[in-house]
């Protein structure tokens, strides 16, 4: 009612967001599709972490620029 009856209803923002009750989350949890996709994240999670440990950490342990660690050669037609 307020989205119909508010002066900035064409931007459609929810006014009041309320949280979820502990048994509605329990019950999603619960699903077989929501376990798959908590798996998923996870792994991607963890990548991620390992990607930026490697790319960020140094030889001695710290954390800071590596530099370049790639290097490309052009290749010119011939």
């Known amino acids: 009612m307020l989205f119909i009856s508010g002066n900035k ?3 459609r923002r929810t006014s009041q967001k309320v949280d979820p ?3 509605t989350i329990a019950e999603i949890q619960k699903s077989h599709i929501w376990k798959m996709e908590n798996e998923l994240y996870e792994y991607a999670l963890e990548q991620f ?3 930026k440990k490697r790319s960020l950490t140094t030889k001695d342990g ?3 620029d590596k530099n370049q660690q790639f290097m490309y050669e052009k290749i ?3």
Request: charged share 20%.
């Open 9 to 11: 209803s064409h931007l």
């Open 21 to 23: 009750l502990p048994e």
């Open 49 to 51: 972490h390992y990607a």
């Open 62 to 64: 710290g954390v800071g």
């Open 76 to 78: 010119r037609p011939k």
